[in-house]
């Protein structure tokens, strides 16, 4: 996976907009960030639940991680791009899109974790 891979996966979501802060990318939806790409795009962030960051790692934990700290617990993980692939980006964007969307938007995108 590229940081482009992950921009354009991340623009494919309704009304995703890339903008930035500290000096690098976001992705948001309806103002609300749900995705970065790190310095230098080195990495991705998706911003996740705790239970949906649990459901990533186990499907690709050479991939996922938490962020270090207080934002990883509350489910901000990492992405490396380098290991990871883009049907498991794709879903982690997806969930981290719907956690921030509003529920009227957030039912145009399937939820990848159906309960």
Do not use: Y
Request: a positive charge; charged letters at 25%.
């Amino acid at each position: 996976m590229t940081a482009a891979a992950f921009r354009a996966l991340a623009l494919e979501l309704p009304d995703a907009v890339e903008s930035a802060h500290m000096d690098h990318p976001d992705f948001r939806v309806r103002g609300k960030i749900f995705a970065t790409l790190g310095p230098k795009e080195a990495w991705g962030m998706v911003m996740l639940t705790p239970e949906q960051q649990e459901r990533i790692r186990d499907l690709a934990p050479e991939a996922f991680a938490p962020i270090p700290g207080g934002w990883g617990r509350r489910g901000c993980t990492r992405v490396d791009l380098v290991a990871a692939r883009k049907p498991a980006v794709r879903m982690a964007l997806a969930a981290a899109w719907r956690n921030k969307a509003p529920k009227t938007l957030a039912a145009q995108v399937e939820d990848p974790w159906p309960r």
